[in-house]
């Protein structure tokens, strides 16, 4: 199942631009290379909830992403 929706995420970046999807698709889209083979939307959706935007998540220290449930160590 989480290779498919993959494969969907990488098709809808290619037509549409990551400007075209929802912040928590972007965030899920670059946690793949981080966790390969696990659904990653619940991890993004935390994230957002936790630092507010992409730009808080991106500023998060090490130390905060950690703190986040479904954060891998």
Same mark, same amino acid.
């Given at each position: 199942?989480?290779?498919?929706?993959?494969?969907?995420?990488?098709?809808?970046?290619?037509?549409?631009?990551?400007?075209?999807? +929802?912040?928590?698709?972007?965030?899920?889209?670059?946690?793949?290379?981080?966790?390969?083979?696990?659904?990653?939307?619940?991890? *993004?959706?935390?994230?957002?909830? *936790?630092?507010?935007?992409?730009?808080?998540?991106?500023? *998060?220290?090490?130390?905060?992403?950690?703190?986040?449930?479904?954060? +891998?160590?």
């Amino acid at each position: 199942m989480a290779e498919g929706r993959r494969e969907r995420m990488r098709a809808k970046i290619r037509s549409r631009g990551a400007e075209g999807l +929802p912040p928590h698709e972007v965030v899920e889209f670059f946690l793949y290379p981080f966790i390969p083979r696990k659904d990653t939307s619940p991890l *993004a959706k935390e994230l957002l909830k *936790a630092f507010g935007s992409m730009d808080g998540i991106l500023e *998060a220290t090490e130390e905060q992403l950690l703190e986040v449930k479904g954060m +891998p160590k």
